[in-house]
């Protein structure tokens, strides 16, 4: 059974960082893009950031600059440091694995973990 779980949320300041983490089990994801996604109240998902086998990265717009997406494929996990982080950012942040080598829409991914939830106050 394929898992991935997700740590490291919790409540910041703004300015401030977090290091979200996510483990994955079940099978390997090499070869396969994983991307963090989040989702704000009455928001749609959007992808914040994803990263291919070989380290190719995309970053949404409002987070370039302030977001680094990582992964070990050894460990099986993947990453994402925040920082200077502000309100706009709060919502609940989904890692996900994709079927493709390079994904940048929703669809495109198969499997997602349950969610961490992150709250940037003012």
């Known amino acids: 059974q394929v898992q991935l779980v997700e740590s490291g949320g919790g409540l910041v300041q703004t300015g401030g960082s977090l290091r979200l983490s996510c483990a994955a089990s079940?099978?390997?994801?090499?070869?396969?893009?994983m991307g963090w996604f989040r989702q704000a109240p009455g928001k749609q998902r959007e992808l914040v950031a994803a990263?291919?086998?070989?380290?190719?990265?995309y970053y949404a717009d409002s987070v370039k600059g302030r977001f680094t997406i990582s992964r070990d494929n050894a460990k099986h996990a993947v990453y994402l440091q925040m920082g200077g982080l502000k309100p706009e950012d709060t919502g609940v942040y989904y890692c996900?694995?994709?079927?493709?080598?390079?994904?940048?829409?929703?669809?495109?991914?198969?499997?997602w973990g349950q969610g961490t939830q992150v709250t940037v106050s003012s």
């Open positions: 996900a694995a994709s079927s493709t080598y390079y994904a940048v829409a929703a669809k495109e991914y198969n499997y």
């Open positions: 079940g099978r390997t994801f090499r070869n396969n893009a």
């Open positions: 990263i291919t086998d070989g380290g190719t990265t």
